[in-house]
């Protein structure tokens, strides 16, 4: 999954206020989600954020956890990056695309990649967090986190047992 990192920022409403504040805040937000989501779901994902207006900007890929944050080169917007990579792995991978940028779902279209709109993304994550929360919810012990409350009823019988005749 490709992901146009400012676009998504701005298309929610969480992370558009929180860029008010600070970009780098919404930006580190929405990388840790994007991590949350990517372990949630196991498969590869990629970031973009332009860097293209920054003056002798040389772009970068680096890995934040399980995730790649791409920053693009000066004279490169994300759109570019996302064009050109989504183009090249189509070719071998299902390749999926967030951004709610309407050009660029079109253009990802005709390379081969699906779209999938920013609103649809956070829908995704919503529901990939509430499994996990459910997968964890399940995973807790029913009573105290006692050994006796959590042995198999033969277990707990025989130290039962063993208990009663001291």
């Known amino acids: 999954m490709l992901v146009d990192g400012y676009n998504i920022i701005f298309a929610w409403q969480e992370l558009k206020e929180l860029a008010e504040e600070s970009l780098d805040m919404a930006r580190d937000r ?3 989600i994007l991590k949350n989501f990517q372990g949630a779901r ?4 990629i970031v973009v954020f332009d860097a293209y207006l920054v003056k002798g900007n040389k772009g970068s890929v680096e890995r934040d956890g399980n995730i790649f944050v791409v920053y693009t080169k000066e004279a490169e ?10 183009s090249v792995l189509a070719r071998d991978y299902k390749v999926r695309v967030a951004t709610s940028d309407y050009l660029e779902q079109v253009i990802i279209i005709g390379r081969g990649a699906e779209r999938i709109s920013a609103r649809d993304l956070k ?3 919503d529901t990939a967090n509430k499994r996990v929360r459910e997968q964890i919810d399940l995973m807790k012990p029913v009573k105290n986190n006692m050994l006796f409350d959590n042995l198999d009823a033969d277990a707990a019988r025989w130290l039962e047992e063993l ?3 001291k």
């Open 30 to 32: 929405l990388i840790h």
């Open 42 to 45: 196991g498969f590869e994902l």
């Open 77 to 86: 917007t994300a759109d570019n990056y996302i064009e050109k990579t989504a």
């Open 123 to 125: 829908n995704e994550v």
């Open 163 to 165: 208990r009663r005749k």
